[in-house]
T-cell receptor, first 115, second 114 residues
């Protein structure tokens, strides 16, 4: 079964600092991977996705993620945090057992940005 | 843009009531999903549907049922609401049969069972 591990339920950074949110996955086949963001009282919004093209994926709002097969990781980064980045972030992997229709989500990481 | 609309943002019901949560999408997507979101647990799949009148159980279907009579609409039903079903419920949709297609989410329904 697929699984996703997000290290750290909370990450705190200062405005302007590097953001690094960690995601490790387990998958029996090459995966499709996603990062979503959730702002307070809203649904999930797609940040970026990896679908076996380039290993470095650029998303919205200046975020990017690098797929590393040898480390089974898909960490999310942003060079310089902004106050508006404060939100909860979810990593997800497609489940090949359902023809990749289902997603398996991590438990989320809440990003706190201080001035 | 894909629009997934959940009928209520906030809902308060009593234990034992039958509760209906409605979700409509406007992109002609075959796949639709219902999740519940709880702090520290992330999103857990309740049910999903890959076609009209088709449904499959997710990871936590107990106490829930679903209905998909039309392609654009996917309803979640709490047969007899209990306090442990107090949660945020999220609906999503996606196109079929193409790996790597993301799911598109509604804004969620925060349900309180008293």
């Amino acid at each position: 079964a697929q699984s996703v591990t997000q290290l750290g339920s909370h990450v705190s950074v200062s405005e302007g600092a590097l953001v690094l949110l960690r995601c490790n996955y387990s998958s029996s086949v090459p995966p499709y991977l996603f990062w979503y963001v959730q702002y307070p009282n809203q649904g999930l919004q797609l940040l970026l996705k990896y679908t076996s093209a380039a290993t470095l994926v650029k998303g919205i709002n200046g975020f990017e993620a690098e797929f590393k097969k040898s480390e089974t990781s898909f960490h999310l980064t942003k060079p310089s945090a902004h106050m508006s980045d404060a939100a909860e972030y979810f990593c997800a992997v497609s489940d090949p057992g359902t023809g990749f229709q289902k997603l398996v989500f991590g438990t989320g990481t809440r990003l706190l940005v201080s001035p | 843009d894909v629009k997934v609309t959940q009928s209520s943002r906030y809902l308060v019901k009593r234990t034992g009531e039958k509760v209906f949560l409605e979700c409509v999408q406007d992109m002609d997507h075959e796949n639709m999903f219902w999740y519940r979101q709880d702090p520290g647990l992330g999103l857990r799949l309740i049910y999903f549907s890959y076609d009209v009148k088709m449904k499959e159980k997710g990871d936590i279907p107990e106490g829930y049922s679903v209905s998909r009579e039309k392609k654009e609409r996917f309803s979640l039903i709490l047969e007899s609401a209990s306090t442990n079903q107090t949660s945020m419920y999220l609906c999503a949709s996606s196109p079929p049969d193409r790996a790597g297609q993301p799911q598109h989410f509604g804004d969620g329904t925060r349900l309180s069972i008293l």
